[in-house]
């Protein structure tokens, strides 16, 4: 099973950027895909998630409203789009895969636990 961000750059405050999420290597067809993500000096942070079952979708406050989450089921892949960017979500962003995909979604699976594999990451820096 693979999982390869794509998307991160460089982004002024206030701008936007869409992130992708390719998986491969597997079948099953229930699954959740997670983005968190990291900034220098700080903890994994859970930013979005989505379950390709129901497209039921939930968000860390902080980008609530912002960022918005979508799936290509036919692709495997999930996009992350991000809006109105700040300074503060300037990070590593990396998504990562639920095998177990219940669903919906809910606060749960903002928290690195539940998720099996997880890809390389793509860097985001938003500067002023």
């Known amino acids: 099973i693979h999982l390869v961000e794509s998307g991160g750059a460089l982004a002024e405050v206030g701008g936007s950027l869409r992130l992708s999420c390719v998986a491969s290597?597997?079948?099953?067809?229930?699954?959740?895909i997670g983005w968190f993500r990291q900034a220098p000096g700080k903890a994994r942070e859970g930013v979005s998630c989505?379950?390709?079952?129901?497209?039921?979708?939930d968000y860390a406050d902080s980008v609530k409203g912002r960022f918005t989450i979508s799936s290509d089921r036919a692709k495997k892949t999930v996009y992350l789009h991000l809006n109105n960017l700040k300074s503060e979500d300037t990070g590593v962003y990396y998504c990562?895969?639920?095998?177990?995909?219940?669903?919906?979604?809910?606060?749960?699976?903002?928290?690195?636990?539940?998720?099996?594999?997880w890809g390389q990451g793509t860097q985001v820096v938003v500067s002023s």
């Open positions: 990562a895969l639920d095998v177990q995909g219940y669903y919906p979604v809910d606060q749960d699976l903002l928290k690195p636990g539940p998720y099996d594999h």
């Open positions: 989505i379950s390709v079952s129901d497209d039921s979708t």
């Open positions: 290597g597997f079948y099953f067809t229930d699954y959740v």
